[in-house]
Nanobody
Framework: VQLQASGGGLVQTGGSLKLSCVAS????????MGWFRQAPGKEREFVAS????????TYADSVKGRFTISRDNAKSTVYLQMNSLNPEDTAVYYC?????????????????WGRGTQVTVSS
């Protein structure tokens, strides 16, 4: 399974971006999906996850209320709408496919990873 993330870019503080992640196989619709991010010199951290049916979502406290994860299984695509961005959100964002139908916050709960897309928020 290959995951291709896109939608990153440079945005000013307070701006918005929408990331997309397309999976190469429709079978991914049975798996939870997640978004993680990694800033320079820091460990990869959990951002958000969504269950296979899209009915359960989980967010890191740092993004709760600003980011929204969603999915379209017919398109094998998961999205991350990011609003009210600030410089602390600057990182490479990775999408990942979970090992089960319900996601989690730990990287070990995810089996397939995309290459990442850079998000830079200027002050």
């Amino acid at each position: 399974v290959q995951l291709q993330a896109s939608g990153g870019g440079l945005v000013q503080t307070g701006g918005s971006l929408k990331l997309s992640c397309v999976a190469s196989q429709r079978t991914i619709s049975n798996n939870a999906m997640g978004w993680f991010r990694q800033a320079p010199g820091k460990e990869r951290e959990f951002v958000a996850s969504i269950s296979w049916r899209g009915d359960i979502t989980t967010y890191a406290d740092s993004v709760k209320g600003r980011f929204t994860i969603s999915r379209d299984n017919a398109k094998s695509t998961v999205y991350l709408q990011m609003n009210s961005l600030n410089p602390e959100d600057t990182a490479v964002y990775y999408c990942a496919a979970g090992r089960s139908s319900y996601g989690g916050r730990d990287v070990t709960q995810y089996r397939y990873w995309g290459r990442g897309t850079q998000v830079t928020v200027s002050s």
